[in-house]
T-cell receptor, first 115, second 111 residues
Framework: AQSVAQPEDQVNVAEGNPLTVKCTYSVSGNPYLFWYVQYPNRGLQFLLKYITGDNLVKGSYGFEAEFNKSQTSFHLKKPSALVSDSALYFCAVRALTGGGNKLTFGTGTQLKVEL | AAGVIQSPRHLIKEKRETATLKCYPIPRHDTVYWYQQGPGQDPQFLISFYEKMQSDKGSIPDRFSAQQFSDYHSELNMSSLELGDSALYFC??????????FGSGTRLTVV
């Protein structure tokens, strides 16, 4: 079985400061890892993914994430937060092979960026 | 670029009624997924189809059924609706395991 843990329900950060949203995963074999963002009453918007290759992946809107296999983590980061980044962030995992097709999501982290 | 289209955007039904949600995947995407997101919850996988055949099944109630048609659009049929079925239902499509594109969702409210 595959699972994702997002240990923080909410992260508060001041605009202009760096932000980190944490994610750890469990999956058999190698993972596909994703970050999605959800604004209120909206769909899931893709931010970035890790499939293979460089452990640091860069995505939309200045976000990046670092894949750490030994710690089974895929934390989302941004060097300088904006108020408009305030939203709900989901980490998700899919097994590279086998394990079915489904994405398994974490419980989400509400990011609040304040002036 | 074309996205995943879901209809309707909003749906209000009474208990014990039926509902049909539709999903039109991105052209040439061969896989469709359905997810249910309850209030304040993370999306939960319901069911998926690959090339019009069911490929994986999650926590989908027996009252729900789904299929993918020859034009690759998919429908989620929900019968004997319960208050607890009120949720945001997402459809996603993919042409490989590397990226799923989600629709904007259908918000179902059961009253």
């Amino acid at each position: 079985a595959q699972s994702v843990a997002q240990p923080e329900d909410q992260v508060n950060v001041a605009e202009g400061n760096p932000l980190t949203v944490k994610c750890t995963y469990s999956v058999s074999g190698n993972p596909y890892l994703f970050w999605y963002v959800q604004y209120p009453n909206r769909g899931l918007q893709f931010l970035l993914k890790y499939i293979t290759g460089d452990n640091l992946v860069k995505g939309s809107y200045g976000f990046e994430a670092e894949f750490n296999k030994s710690q089974t983590s895929f934390h989302l980061k941004k060097p300088s937060a904006l108020v408009s980044d305030s939203a709900l962030y989901f980490c998700a995992v899919r097994a590279l092979t086998g394990g079915g097709n489904k994405l398994t999501f974490g419980t989400g982290t509400q990011l609040k960026v304040e002036l | 670029a074309a996205g995943v289209i879901q209809s309707p955007r909003h749906l209000i039904k009474e208990k014990r009624e039926t509902a049909t949600l539709k999903c039109y995947p991105i052209p040439r995407h061969d896989t469709v997924y359905w997810y249910q997101q309850g209030p304040g919850q993370d999306p939960q996988f319901l069911i998926s189809f690959y090339e019009k055949m069911q490929s994986d099944k999650g926590s989908i109630p027996d009252r729900f059924s789904a299929q993918q048609f020859s034009d690759y659009h998919s429908e989620l049929n929900m019968s004997s609706l319960e208050l607890g079925d009120s949720a945001l239902y997402f459809c996603a499509s993919s042409s490989n395991r590397a990226l799923d594109t989600f629709g904007s969702g259908t918000r179902l409210t059961v009253v």
